[in-house]
């Protein structure tokens, strides 16, 4: 996939400042039938721009609560997360005008073409009309989507919606890129073509925060991980710190030794609690 | 790269602009808001009224037939069977509609007897019995009485056919009796009534169409925001472009406004095209119905006009409440089961227009609903009535500020945007006592 064009203005606010920080995000459910479910317990996270963030943690472990929070979905129980200088809680338009959003179900409305999508997201970003048509004719090259431009998005195949997909991510050309699992039920291309494009926002400067339970994509992909299970970061860092940290050398191994140590050191907190 | 974002107006109505082309890209939904007002429902009618004059046709060719029984002889005066039968003169064959056999069933039976005849069930009997009672005997009232079984429609028809004729017939004898004394048949009426219907044609035309028109109005209003707004809602859950809309770059108020108003569109296109496709096509069909009548069908243009503020203010009640509503479902088919009966919160008080004696009142025109229908009425029938207008227009106003802010806050409930997993009276709970919502 190729390179698509980016801005080479600075990121908006602060360029110092963290792209992405959380901290002690919670998020509690009220479910009639389950009672409170805890989703979140006292999350912190810290991204930059340039950065890579792998979050990486087993079905169920908070990943994709934590993104929806942090792209203005869900509002948060408690705790407090700004995503490029605004506050997720308190500036949650602003968050929106900030992000692109991507994940595995694309979320493309099936009935509107390619460019009618891109021009009813660009239109609500407030681009002016003559440079939005300038960007999307931009888009759909750098994206490869001169054939399929004007066909309705529920005739793409998967790859395609994809590609469209990342297009309207990026259509406002954003400091932040929240990926929720972009690659899972892809096929090999599809899913190389994603890599290709999260590697290409590196050298953007922007600040891409994705989940994936795919190690091996963590892996190659990220500057930093950080590993997730029941609704709480376990550990933070490059490969190699957490590899030092754990002793391990490989990824798989250094994510089950995080997992099985969290589990140790809860069942030794509850029996402390319990004496 | 962004500009300077839209204001939540501006943005209202981009979003009112894609729900509406997608909705209306979706088959479903322009089948329901634009095929079925214009062809289907002008269709029904068209059929409703040639299944009718289809009946009544086939009612004139139906042939029935009368027994005349006496209780003496000589009883029968003469000219009776063929007055009975529809011939100007005996000698004249029988009508090819509305035929009349009579059957003579002999002399000699008694009162008691013919309508014991009747309710007998005979395999012979007749549809109706003319009995002709002797009146030189004991007991006798009148002179000639008409049995016939209200429980079979042969016999009813054989009764209303009946009726006029020995009228007439009674009347032919009258004439005739006061001519041979030399008597002017007039003076054996002293006090004669005559009706005169003072109402015109195009007044009786539109009266017809007050009682029907009214219900259509409300009908298609609801019958259009039906499936839109199930599609903006329960079927972009099922869609899985939920995440997609709560991820626009506007204000969540912006995007809840532009589901309504896109549903709003969807209703007021379906009643527009229904009235207009039954206005171009009613005055044609409903004459063919009263044709003969005192009855001249127009469209009544003016009243459809002043109609259409308070239709547009019902519109946006209807299809707030709808997508409120509707929003509760987690797929398109739950959608359409929960909106079942909503409709009929709006359809059965519209059936007010049809009830005499319920008139637009200053009280009435409070009455969500049953106002409309019942100023829809009034307009129809030239009735000026400011107060109970304003009224009413103030009323749906109201109404429709209170549903589209009920709705707004409903869709804008993190419980309903995110759905959830079980039946949705269990997501009423959860949306009750779930705490905030979402921006």
Known sequence: MPTPPTDPSPAPAAAKAPAIEARGLTKTFSDPRRGEVRALVGLDLECHFGEIYGLLGPNGAGKTTTLRILATILAPSAGTARVAGADVAREPLEVRRRIGFLSTGTGLYPRLTARETLRYFGGLHGIEPEALEARIEELIDTFDLRQIADGRCESFSTGQRQRVSIARAVLHDPPVLILDEPTTGLDVLASSAMIAFVESRRQAGTCVLFSTHTLSEAERLCDRIGVIDRGTLLAAGTYEELSARTGREWLDEIFLALVEQAGVDGRDGREEARA | MSGRPP??????????????????????????????????????????????????????????????????????????????????????????????????????????????????????????????????????????????????????????????????????????????????????????????????????????????????????????????????????????????????????????????????????????????????????????????????????????????????????????????????????????????????????????????????????????????????????????????????ALSLLLFAVVSIAVSVRVLSREAVQTGGEGVWPTRVLALIFSPGSSR
């Open chain 2, 7 to 392: 204001s939540t107006w501006s943005a209202t109505w981009r979003v009112a602009q894609k729900e509406l082309r997608s909705g209306l890209r979706d088959r479903q939904t322009a089948i329901y808001t634009v095929v079925l007002p214009l062809f289907l429902y002008p269709a029904l009618f068209w059929c409703t009224i040639q299944g009718f004059l289809f009946l009544e046709g086939r009612r004139e060719h139906t042939a029935v037939t009368v027994g005349v029984a006496a209780e003496a002889p000589g009883l029968e005066p003469a000219g009776l069977s063929a007055a009975l039968e529809g011939r100007a003169r005996p000698a004249d064959p029988p009508p090819d509609l509305a035929r009349v056999t009579v059957v003579p069933l002999g002399t000699g039976v008694a009162p008691g007897e013919a309508g014991e005849w009747m309710r007998a069930g005979r395999a012979l009997r007749p549809d109706a019995l003319l009995h002709l009672s002797d009146p030189r005997g004991a007991g006798a009232e009148e002179p000639a009485r008409l049995y016939y079984d209200s429980t079979e429609s042969a016999s009813n028809l054989a009764r209303e056919r009946l009726e006029p004729r020995l009228d007439a017939f009674a009347e032919t004898l009258r004439e005739e009796a006061a001519t041979a004394r030399g008597r002017d048949p007039r003076e054996l009426v002293p006090f004669e009534t005559d009706e005169r219907n003072v109402a015109r044609e195009v007044d009786m035309g539109a009266y017809v169409l007050s009682f029907l028109l009214p219900i259509l109005l409300v009908l298609m209003s609801v019958m259009g925001a039906f499936f839109p707004a199930v599609d903006v809602t329960a079927g972009e859950r099922e869609r899985g472009t939920a995440e997609t809309t709560m991820l626009l770059p506007v204000p969540r108020l912006a995007i809840h406004q532009g589901k309504i108003v896109a549903v709003c569109c969807s209703s007021l296109i379906a009643t527009t095209l229904n009235l207009l496709a039954l206005g171009l096509s009613a005055g044609h069909l409903l004459n063919m119905l009263a044709l003969g009548s005192e009855v001249r069908i127009e469209l009544p243009l003016a009243a459809l006009i002043s109609v259409a503020p308070l239709a547009l203010l019902f519109s946006f009640a209807v299809s707030a409440v709808l997508t409120g509503i509707a929003a509760l479902a987690q797929s398109f088919k739950e959608g359409q089961a929960l909106l079942g009966p909503v409709q009929l919160v709006f359809i059965v008080p519209a059936m007010a227009a049809a009830i005499p004696g319920l008139d637009l009142t200053p009280g009435t025109a409070l009455v969500p609903v049953v106002n409309v229908a019942l100023a829809f009425r009034t307009m129809i029938r030239g009735e000026a009535l400011p107060l109970e207008y304003a009224l009413t």
